[in-house]
């Protein structure tokens, strides 16, 4: 099967264009490994976009550091892994996830011996990837570089992961002018940083476009319904246990107080999370308890939701994209860019902030405007195009990438309107 056929589900658009070829000669080839569902949607446009390009052959394999949240993403954007190294066990440990990714991957790149390694994010799949493609002598190119808290346990274990791929990296492809800042910062060569956009604005916009199946039949009516949504997602390894509990009496608190509002909690699988949430929340009429939904229908729900309680990083990035009001269950984010832009507040675990924050936003008008109508600053739909284009360039196939403009007003579309010409779904 041709390199142009072997991700695509003839059924499902492309995402992005790639560059025209400026050389002859056989495709380079190139690794996208990944483990997570996170990760999945923001390699899914990379994937697309190499595919896409004359220049490379994507070779793609996971890790199934996560499994079937995972699987969920690839079957959405039609693409069928070549490797699958399948590590998830019940109740492994971070360094088990280490272990078995180091060496399955390692093993990988000895017999395959591709020319660059993309990694993408934080995860423990991204720091053991991008390990064993240095032990191998192998470029690696870390998608969405740069990011920081500060504080090596907010969040845990991420922050320390990425900060290790950026130490084993060759091309660091970050996604706005502060994640560029924070790897100048740690002296890393400028000539190796290229601001792209974040590619899960990319994704994001396509699926909305599509308009996908939620995926639960709770949610079936949700459209047609007339009030407001509260969607609520919470996992985050620091708030298990008396942070999350807090979290489930606000939720509790904000029900009984807007009768008129529907609450959506697309739960975690973890009983961790579970058992603090549920006692709070379980048995309210208008708190609606799904089990995670796939990629598309959560996609679609977050363009329904009047606001979005959070502590994922992804959402953090793709609810200003819609023009949501995103509050944020953590204490710090690596995402600055929507907080200093308005769109996004953090309001940490604390159940009276997150019952009057909540309560603000469903009550004062001028509140809610003025962070739903805030300007989005991390992508416009072509970031996976500038990737392919500085991955070009790293091999000197190419001139340099057109960076991504992150300054306010810069996208060029409103957060909430149809997306640009550039993202409508073709065939």
Not at 199 to 223: E, F, H, M, N, S
Not at 256 to 266: A, E
């Amino acid at each position: 099967m041709p390199a142009a056929d072997r991700h695509r589900n003839p059924s499902k658009p492309h995402l992005v264009a790639a560059p025209e070829p400026v050389r002859p000669g056989p495709p380079r080839r190139i690794m996208v490994v990944y483990g997570t569902r996170p990760e999945a949607v923001k390699v899914a446009p990379l994937i697309r976009a190499l595919d896409d390009s004359p220049l490379f052959t994507p070779l793609v394999a996971v890790t199934a550091q996560h499994r079937s949240m995972l699987d969920q993403v690839n079957e959405v954007f039609g693409i069928t892994p070549h490797y699958d190294l399948d590590i998830h066990e019940p109740g492994q440990t971070l360094t088990d996830i280490t272990t078995r990714a180091l060496t399955g991957v390692r093993r990988l790149l000895a017999d395959q011996a591709p020319d660059a390694v993309v990694v993408q994010g934080d995860t423990t799949t991204v720091f053991a990837a991008a390990l064993a493609a240095f032990y191998e002598k192998i470029p690696v190119f870390h998608l969405e570089a740069g990011l920081r808290t500060g504080d090596v346990y907010a969040p845990y274990p991420e922050e320390i992961n990425r900060r290790l791929a950026t130490r084993l990296a060759a091309l660091h492809l970050a996604p706005t002018a502060t994640s560029r800042a924070n790897l100048l910062a740690e002296n890393v060569d400028p000539s190796s940083v290229v601001v792209t956009g974040n590619t899960v604005i990319d994704a994001l916009l396509w699926a909305v476009a599509c308009r996908l199946d939620y995926g639960d039949p709770a949610l079936a009516a949700l459209d047609a319904a007339p009030g407001p949504v509260l969607l609520v997602t919470a996992h985050r390894r620091e708030s298990w246990g008396a942070p999350l509990r807090a979290v489930g009496r606000a939720l509790a608190r904000i029900a009984r107080s807007h009768p008129d509002l529907r609450i959506v909690f697309p739960i975690h699988r973890n009983p961790l999370v579970r058992d603090a949430v549920l006692p709070a929340i379980g048995r309210l009429a208008n708190v609606t308890v799904t089990e995670p939904l796939p990629y598309g229908g959560f996609s679609r729900l977050m363009n329904r939701a009047t606001v979005i309680l959070t502590d994922s990083g992804g959402v953090q990035e793709e609810g200003p994209s819609l023009g949501k009001p995103v509050l944020v269950m953590r204490e710090t984010t690596e995402r600055p860019e929507a907080v200093h832009a308005g769109t996004v507040r953090l309001v940490g675990t604390d159940e009276d902030l997150i019952a009057a924050m909540v309560g603000r936003l469903l009550t004062d008008a001028d509140a809610y405007a003025a962070m739903a109508n805030a300007v989005n600053p991390y992508g416009d739909g072509l970031a996976a195009q500038r990737s392919v284009a500085a991955i070009a360039h790293y091999f000197g196939e190419g001139p340099a990438a057109e960076e991504f403009d992150s300054s306010p007003c810069a996208a060029g579309y409103l957060p909430g309107v149809d997306p640009p010409a550039q993202m409508v779904a073709h065939s």
